[in-house]
């Protein structure tokens, strides 16, 4: 076994260690790789509040500083067998040993990350608000505000942090200004690919954000002047500030960092267990074909637009109901994207690549995904009284959008064409029409007996919770790509209602199949996203308590 270590580590360049030997027919022998993380966040602020005759008025400030210091590497890599290069070659698709495999020397991958992929990553964030709650009248409030947000844009403090400009070819960039390779010191990348460190960009992957003004509104009426029935009105604009961990996929981008993954032949174990990465004597690893995470440019804040209005009605002194909506606009939602991609055609895929066939795929995160959201919300409760309790809420909702917000990649939740994204609209992954929950407690009555026996059959409560939620929508997605480079394909819708009779669906057969088929080669699929649903959900939940006094008073 002191082969595939020297050779593994040789490569990496680490002292001695057990890689990853990952097997078929026993247990993987895992090895322990650094991860090590120390993150800071520093924090001022202050609050001011001054009541001024009707007028209750606050003002503050915030200022935070992110440190986020990462160190994540795959250091000591892993080797694969699975028993393909010891079957019988007289058999087709025949299968050996595995553990005959490793003996004979011969794996059929490799796997490792090289590279300086430590990561020390900067921000600033500042806030200022402003709000005044005005009392118009005694049975009326009126509450104005704004807030103003500015997170200045990712750091890297050493500049080590490469991104990746798609135009009329794929460019990567370096930031800051220098040499580009300064502290890479043992990869290259194939020279036909552009690669610069000229300060075009600045030290900042994306441009700053300077525009994240967010307007509040409120209303408050008590409308019978005896505080029992209430309206309730609000809407307000709020920023949400991006962390650090769409950057790690960053530091990977070669030539800071790669991960290599050769595969041996099928039928030929032409990958040397001496040398499974290629690298001979070299003391360089030229990297081709390079996939590359970045951020967008004019990546900036996501926002959301919240509005609502509740009428409350209390009855009685123990129970409320409630009537009301709630709805929301999100914009600039960020989202992978995939480019440098291959029309749909017959061939190969990298040569076919626009802009660059000497690159690989270019994942940037954008600000590419909006959504609505409108929801009509019914409450009641009635308080614990006379020995139970009990509350209801039941919404009817709908929520759209045109994407699903930071896809992981290849999961297959990128867009099926990234030149239609429009074709991408339709019902949100977390869309639920219909919602109700109820829930209840309730203490059961006993009579009262002696002492003895109240200990025993007094202060027993039971409680129970319901809830229905009807379904969860997904897309009709078909096997194979359309040859671009990029999975996840959805069917090709064919005719006839897609939705089956609730008697005539089956585990099996939840949905009409024979309204899809497989698309025709080199083709998208026309099916819409999202226009399936899948089962609806109930739980029921439910227990029984009991009080144990322990002292007078207590229990």
Not at 61 to 89: C, H, M, T, V
Not at 96 to 106: N, R, V, Y
């Amino acid at each position: 076994m002191k082969g595939p270590y020297d050779a593994i580590h040789r490569a990496v360049g680490l002292q001695p260690g057990v890689a990853t030997l990952q097997m078929t027919s026993i247990s993987n022998v895992p090895n322990v790789d650094p991860f090590q993380q120390a993150n800071n966040t520093f924090q001022l602020l202050d609050n001011v509040s001054v009541i001024k005759g009707n007028h209750t008025l606050k003002f503050g400030g915030e200022f935070r500083r992110f440190q986020f210091n990462i160190f994540a590497l795959r250091l000591k890599g892993a080797l694969y067998w699975d028993g393909r290069y010891s079957g019988n070659p007289q058999v087709a698709n025949s299968v050996g040993s595995d553990i005959a495999d490793l003996l004979l020397g011969s794996i059929f991958r490799a796997d490792r990350t090289i590279g300086n992929v430590q990561s020390y990553f900067r921000r600033s964030s500042y806030a200022g608000y402003f709000q005044d709650d005005w009392r118009l009248h005694r049975s009326l409030r009126l509450n104005l505000g704004v807030r103003y947000e500015l997170a200045t844009p990712f750091l890297e403090k050493n500049d080590n942090l490469i991104s990746a400009i798609v135009g009329n070819d794929v460019t990567l960039v370096r930031m800051g200004t220098g040499e580009p390779y300064a502290g890479f010191a043992n990869i290259r990348l194939d020279p036909g690919i552009p690669y610069v460190r000229d300060g075009r960009v600045g030290r900042y992957p994306t441009k700053w954000d300077r525009n994240n003004w967010a307007p509040r509104l409120g209303l408050a009426w008590n409308a019978d002047g005896r505080g029992r029935t209430s309206l309730r009105v609000g809407f307000g604009a709020f920023f949400s500030e991006d962390f650090a961990n769409p950057l790690n996929d960053m530091t990977s981008n070669p030539p800071q960092g790669v991960r290599q993954a050769p595969v041996a032949a099928p039928l030929r174990p032409d990958l040397p267990i001496t040398d499974p990465f290629g690298e001979g004597g070299s003391s360089f690893t030229v990297v081709t074909q390079p996939r590359i995470f970045s951020l967008a440019r004019d990546l900036v804040m996501p926002y959301v637009f919240q509005y609502s209005a509740t009428l409350q009605r209390q009855l009685g002194s123990d129970t409320v109901v409630e009537i009301g909506y709630s709805g929301n606009q999100g914009h600039k939602i960020s989202a992978f994207q995939v480019l440098n991609i291959a029309p749909p055609g017959p061939g190969a895929v990298q040569p076919r690549r626009l802009p660059s066939p000497l690159a690989g795929t270019v994942t940037p995160m954008a600000p590419l995904v909006n959504s609505n959201y409108h929801g009509l919300q019914a409450r009641a409760e009635k308080r614990f009284s006379r020995g139970y309790s009990l509350i209801a809420a039941y919404t009817w909702s709908k929520a759209i959008d045109d994407g699903t917000s930071r896809a992981n990649p290849g999961s297959g939740d990128f867009a099926q064409d990234e030149r239609r994204r429009d074709l991408e609209r339709g019902l949100s992954d977390y869309h639920i029409a219909h919602s109700l929950r109820l829930g209840w407690t309730a203490t059961i009555p006993t009579p009262s007996m002696n002492r003895f026996a109240n200990a025993v059959i007094k202060n027993w409560q039971v409680g129970g919770f319901f809830s229905w939620l009807n379904a969860i929508p997904f897309s009709p997605r078909s096997i194979g790509d359309a040859n671009t480079g990029v999975g996840g394909l959805r069917a090709q819708y064919v005719s006839a209602d897609v939705n089956l009779p609730s008697s005539e669906q089956t585990l099996s057969r939840w949905f009409n199949t024979s309204a899809f088929r497989r698309p025709d080669p080199f083709t998208f699929g026309s099916a819409g996203r999202n226009i399936l649903n899948c089962p609806g959900r109930i739980n029921l939940d439910g227990s029984i308590l009991k009080d144990f006094p322990t002292f007078e008073g207590q229990s």
